[in-house]
């Protein structure tokens, strides 16, 4: 089972948000992913900045990537 820690506000106001090179500077469908405290990765729509947060582990985070780049979601 995975645990989840409670996450602030303040934390997600420090954290430093960084988007793909891949979403190029024409806008589009874009997500953004900030570092947080043990692990955690921190996940939001860079269009709406202000809008809901999904907060993974880093084992969710490494299975979510592994994912990725095996082809999984195209």
């Known amino acids: 089972m995975t645990t989840h820690r409670a ?3 303040a934390e997600l106001a420090r954290a ?3 988007k793909s090179t891949y979403s190029g500077s ?3 469908n874009c997500v ?3 570092d947080l405290a043990a692990g955690h990765r921190a ?3 860079s269009k709406n900045p202000d809008g809901g947060v999904l907060i993974v ?3 969710e985070w490494t299975a979510f990537a592994a994912g990725v ?3 999984e979601f195209d």
Request: aromatic letters at 4%; zero cysteines; proline letters at 0%.
């Open 7 to 9: 996450v602030g506000r």
């Open 16 to 18: 430093r948000w960084t």
């Open 26 to 28: 024409g806008g589009g």
């Open 32 to 34: 953004e992913v900030a």
């Open 43 to 45: 996940v939001r729509d």
């Open 57 to 59: 582990t880093s084992t």
């Open 69 to 71: 780049r095996a082809g």
